[in-house]
């Protein structure tokens, strides 16, 4: 199949599943193409079958902001005609739902049937999508796709809850490439030049944007590290990175707390990580936490959006609500002071997020994507 990808290129779990799953279909011997205004951070050139359009914008003095759904469906419209695809598959509601639905009107002005696959990933449903500016446009590119999934079930309800839809959303969980974690587990997995080898390793990976919090997860290790000796790694960068740093040096715990900028290879950091923190005021699903799970690291979380459904309650970890630092706190001592009870953590982790693999849900985009060409017949 020929398909067209559309994303946010920069770090964030929306660009990271688009871009795995862009590169898992390039190597099943689909022909991928990526459109967006830079090259995905992920995106690897391994595969013949895979391309990169880059959507250009025009400088001028008139635009106090460009108009990037403009450029991007003229994109989409150029791409679609040139390489004759079959689909687009756009992810994150806004812009790209609709750049998607322009583009399929224009097509359509020149007989092309363009089918559009939209997948909803969180904020733009939860925190941005539904606001006054932004709603109407989101409800009718929702309404007007071809098909829309959606990462959860909890992603799917709110979605519901917050917009008239007159569409069916399916849920298509977010995914791992297991192999990735597996050949990072058998290589030099490095923890030494971290931490001391008595001391526990726990870790935070995200974009550092206000609804992360990663105030709380300097609070929760600062309660950690006063029973047990350990480092707090901070992945990721974002506007919140300044006011973490600034809390670290004031609780007097910055020689213990690590700020390691953005990295494309979580699953080095993550195999040597003991415990993952995700204090998130939501997360349609959490990858980032799935992710320390692929790589055996429990995940402490709080209880809110879709992460019940992927970090289970007392046995890949514990949830608890939001900004409760101390339940946090307990939770964590509890897993990392005994070794028996932190590898049997580690253990169900990794058992659990087996159920997320790229083999079992690659089948299921694939299978959405035949049923349009079906339909198209
Ligand atoms: O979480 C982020 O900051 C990035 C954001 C994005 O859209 O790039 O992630 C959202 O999509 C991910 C992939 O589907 C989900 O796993 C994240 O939970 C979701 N983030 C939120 O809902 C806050």
């Known amino acids: 199949m020929k398909i067209g990808i559309v994303c946010y290129p920069t770090y964030g779990g929306s660009g990271v599943?688009?871009?795995?799953?862009?590169?898992?279909?390039?190597?099943?011997?689909?022909?991928?193409?990526?459109?967006?205004?830079?090259?995905?951070?992920?995106?690897?050139?391994?595969?013949?079958?895979?391309?990169?359009?880059?959507?250009?914008?025009?400088?001028?003095?008139?635009?106090?902001?460009?108009?990037?759904?403009?450029?991007?469906?003229?994109k989409l419209v150029e791409v679609v005609k040139k390489y004759n695809l079959e689909l687009l598959h756009v992810h994150y509601a806004i812009p790209h739902a609709y750049a998607a639905y322009m583009a399929k009107m224009m097509l359509k002005e020149k007989g092309i049937d363009i089918k559009v696959v939209t997948t909803l990933h969180g904020t733009d449903i939860t925190l941005v999508g539904s606001h006054p500016s932004y709603k109407a446009a989101v409800e009718f590119s929702i309404n007007n796709s071809d098909v829309v999934t959606a990462v959860s079930n909890s992603?799917?309800?709110?979605?519901?809850?917050?917009?008239?839809?007159?569409?069916?959303?399916?849920?298509?969980?977010?995914?791992?490439?297991?192999?990735?974690?597996?050949?990072?587990?058998?290589?030099?997995?490095?923890?030494?030049?971290?931490?001391?080898?008595?001391?526990?390793?726990?870790?935070?990976?995200?974009?550092?944007?206000?609804?992360?919090?990663i105030e709380d997860v300097i609070q929760v290790f600062n309660i950690i590290q006063q029973s047990i000796p350990a480092k707090l790694l901070m992945v990721g960068d974002g506007p919140e990175r300044l006011r973490a740093e600034n809390l670290a040096r004031k609780l007097d715990i910055k020689q213990n707390v690590l700020f390691l900028g953005n990295s494309q290879d979580v699953e080095k950091i993550l195999c040597y990580s003991d415990l993952f923190l995700l204090p998130s005021k939501t997360e349609s699903f959490g990858l980032a936490a799935l992710e320390a799970m692929a790589a055996g690291t429990p995940v402490i979380s709080t209880?809110?959006?879709?992460?019940q459904e992927v970090n289970i309650n007392g046995k890949t970890g514990y949830l608890s609500d939001l900004g409760n630092i101390d339940d946090m706190a307990k939770n964590a001592i509890e897993i990392l002071?005994?070794?028996?009870?932190?590898?049997?953590?580690?253990?169900?982790?990794?058992?659990h997020a087996r159920l997320f693999t790229l083999e079992n849900i690659l089948p299921v985009y694939e299978d959405i994507y035949k049923g349009l060409m079906e339909k198209a017949i």
Do not use: W
């Open 337 to 351: 002071t005994d070794d028996k009870v932190l590898n049997e953590f580690k253990e169900r982790s990794k058992e």
């Open 17 to 74: 599943v688009a871009t795995e799953l862009g590169m898992a279909l390039a190597d099943k011997g689909h022909e991928v193409h990526f459109i967006t205004y830079n090259q995905p951070v992920r995106l690897d050139f391994i595969s013949h079958n895979l391309h990169f359009h880059e959507v250009l914008m025009e400088e001028y003095p008139l635009f106090q902001y460009q108009p990037y759904e403009l450029a991007l469906s003229s």
């Open 303 to 307: 209880n809110t959006g879709g992460l």
């Open 155 to 213: 992603l799917r309800e709110d979605t519901l809850r917050l917009f008239t839809i007159t569409n069916p959303i399916q849920v298509v969980y977010n995914f791992i490439d297991l192999k990735k974690y597996e050949e990072a587990d058998q290589a030099d997995c490095q923890r030494i030049a971290l931490a001391k080898p008595k001391e526990r390793i726990v870790t935070h990976i995200s974009n550092f944007r206000p609804v992360k919090r």
